[in-house]
């Protein structure tokens, strides 16, 4: 199982797409590890540089529709490789959810408010965060302060996330 704790990112925009997450003319790249460099090369974001934010991060928070665009496995591949698995937001585009899963890692959906209320008292600090699976609970620390907020995820797609993916969960089952 991978490790859903660290440091957070944060995205603060809706409908970040997947040519956004990683450029299409990467997509010819036959290893994961290829695609590292180029997470994130064409966002564009007020404060956001590329080469400095994403370092040693490994929560995404960001806004609604996260993955949107094209349907490719490489959107979550380069953040896997970059040690992002795991991405919290209002709501994710339909395969680029599911492909996170796939991959065993985790796309939690949370109410408008409380994405809201993450990037009011958490975006601009040394924020870190867990994912408790067992118990639902996400675990948001930053120097003055902590707290648990709950989620839910369907319990097959926390058994993807458990056996490292589909292909784990695969060779597990069948």
Known sequence: MKEFSGKVLFLDRSDINTDEIIPAKYLTEITKEAL?????????????????????????????????????????????VNGINAVIAESFARIFRQNMYNC???????PKDKIEYLFENYAGKDTSITIDI?????????????????????????????????????????
């Open 36 to 80: 590292k460099p180029y997470l994130l090369e064409d966002l564009s974001l007020t404060r956001f540089n590329v080469k400095e934010d994403i370092k040693d991060k490994a929560v995404l928070v960001t806004r609604a529709n996260f993955g949107c665009g094209s349907s490719r496995e490489h959107a979550p591949w380069a953040l896997e």
């Open 104 to 110: 065993g890692m985790f796309a939690i959906e949370l």
């Open 134 to 174: 067992a118990k639902d609970k996400i675990i948001v620390t930053s120097a003055d302060k902590s707290e648990e907020i709950d989620f839910k995820v369907g319990e097959f797609d926390k058994t993807l996330v458990k056996e490292g993916g589909w292909v784990g969960y695969a060779d597990k089952n069948y």
